[in-house]
């Protein structure tokens, strides 16, 4: 039976890859991808010549259906994004949905995504976490991050370099300068970093110099003890 495949692709380092998604993306007919150019870069370097197809955000609303009817005409079909696990704050769940609701069968391979290294990187409680992605841009953001203030799991965010220090001092204000928190950047990359500290640490840090590359900010969660001494003050 036909499917769409869903194939995790390197966050960095293009050594990265799984042998079975080389394998699968070698025998699809077709792979959909985020960006074909960079998409392009990955399949030269594992020697892959299948057939790449746009398929990003601004056209999944379209193309979703088409894919499904295809997969059900019996074509095998993958999913890349530029970075990562396609659908983690990239495109895919759409398809998904689609494929889905009409019956197709969807496999999603095991592989790289920047959160994992990088909450576990952190040396921040990682049983229970919660994964926030990108914070909106401009609407509702300070509002979010006030809503996530007694967040006792530790919290997970996506950030462009651009925004990164702007994304901390927001952070610094509403959950206390004093916060743990961790900035993973360049994630298995050569010049990949890690820099653990508290907010207010991390502020200085990245105010200091000119950040580059994908972000991923991992904060500590609100102590019980501090919301318990919070709870006994308002008594």
């Not at 020697?47 to 088409?66: A, R």
């Not at 696990?85 to 949905?97: A, K």
């Not at 207010?200 to 972000?215: L, M, R, T, W, Y």
């Amino acid at each position: 039976m036909s499917k769409l495949y869903l194939v995790p692709t390197p966050v960095g380092n293009l050594e990265d890859m799984t042998f079975r998604a080389v394998n699968v993306l070698k025998s699809v007919d077709c792979i959909l991808a985020e960006d074909t150019r960079t998409s392009a870069v990955l399949m030269k370097h594992y020697g892959i010549t299948t057939p790449l197809v746009s398929h990003h955000k601004f056209n999944e609303h379209k193309t979703s259906e088409g894919v499904a009817e295809r997969i059900l005409g019996g074509q095998d079909i993958a999913l890349v994004t530029d970075a990562g696990t396609p659908g983690i704050s990239d495109p895919g769940f759409l398809l998904v949905r689609t494929c889905v609701e009409k019956g197709v069968e969807v496999e999603c391979l095991p592989g790289a995504t920047a959160f994992v290294p990088a909450l576990v990187n952190s040396g921040l409680p990682c049983e229970r976490f919660t994964f926030e992605g990108f914070l909106p841009q401009k609407k509702g953001k300070n509002k979010k991050v006030q809503d996530l203030a007694e967040e006792e799991r530790t919290m997970i965010f996506y950030e462009s370099p651009f925004r990164l220090v702007k994304t901390l001092e927001l952070f610094a204000q509403y959950f206390g300068e004093e916060r743990q928190a961790c900035v993973s950047r360049e994630i298995s990359k050569l010049h990949e970093e890690n820099f653990r500290g508290t907010l207010k640490d991390c502020i200085e840090h990245f105010s200091q110099k000119d950040v580059k590359g994908e972000i991923v900010i991992v904060v500590e969660g609100k102590n019980r003890k501090v919301r318990n001494a919070e709870n006994e003050d308002e008594d």
